[in-house]
T-cell receptor
Framework: DAKTTQPNSMESNEEEPVHLPCNHSTISGTDYIHWYRQLPSQGPEYVIHGLTSNVNNRMASLAIAEDRKSSTLILHRATLRDAAVYYCIRTNTGNQFYFGTGTSLTVIP | DAGVIQSPRHEVTEMGQEVTLRCKPISGHNSLFWYRQTMMRGLELLIYFNNNVPIDDSGMPEDRFSAKMPNASFSTLKIQPSEPRDSAVYFC????????????FGEGSRLTVL
């Protein structure tokens, strides 16, 4: 039971920003929000995670709504290598790392 | 660090045979996860260990599946007897900080049961 909702697919033009949304309206105060992505024929790889504040790293930014019921993964400049399935995950002691179906991102050259 | 190591990478077997998949987590990681991925069901969590102890095995499909972690550097997932519907890619992942940390995935074991 993933308990997050994501669009099945999205498209983006190369070198433009991409905003991938995730809804987690039943999130509790101790749940972390994680994002992973899976490139074709590979295992998932970590992108970013956060609890309450917005987070930035070399791969992406994570914007968490003030009520924490939704979040957005931001890829600042999409490249062809960013084409993947992106998973938004909640974790706590009762819901460890269930991946759901994710958003399939297509990057258009 | 070599990362999470899984073996075999590919396995083709016949229905009814025993299958054993192996995983070596990253040294120092205290949490280990087994996942199964199929087109129909996506990425499913099968079992989660913390400090070599199974914490949640609610995702294990049935009694034909069993997982062990005899020490911090080795885990196995066994299917006995195997069935064609068990055909999938099986991933192992490890983490240093369990639910608040980053999961590192292996390259997966692709199982085909004929």
């Amino acid at each position: 039971d993933a308990k997050t909702t994501q669009p099945n697919s999205m498209e983006s033009n190369e070198e433009e920003p991409v905003h991938l949304p995730c809804n987690h309206s039943t999130i509790s105060g101790t749940d972390y929000i994680h994002w992973y992505r899976q490139l074709p024929s590979q295992g998932p790889e970590y992108v970013i995670h956060g609890l309450t504040s917005n987070v930035n790293n070399r791969m992406a930014s994570l914007a968490i709504a003030e009520d924490r019921k939704s979040s957005t993964l931001i890829l600042h400049r999409a490249t062809l290598r960013d084409a993947a399935v992106y998973y938004c995950i909640r974790t706590n002691t009762g819901n460890q790392f269930y991946f759901g179906t994710g958003t399939s991102l297509t990057v258009i050259p | 660090d070599a990362g999470v190591i899984q073996s075999p990478r590919h396995e083709v077997t016949e229905m009814g045979q025993e299958v054993t998949l192996r995983c070596k987590p990253i040294s120092g990681h205290n949490s280990l996860f087994w996942y199964r991925q199929t087109m129909m069901r996506g990425l499913e969590l099968l079992i989660y260990f913390n400090n070599n102890v199974p914490i949640d095995d609610s995702g294990m499909p049935e009694d034909r599946f069993s997982a062990k972690m005899p020490n911090a550097s080795f885990s196995t997932l066994k299917i006995q007897p195997s069935e064609p519907r068990d055909s999938a890619v099986y991933f192992c992942a490890s983490s240093q900080r369990a639910l608040a940390g980053e999961l590192f995935f292996g390259e997966g074991s692709r199982l085909t049961v004929l």
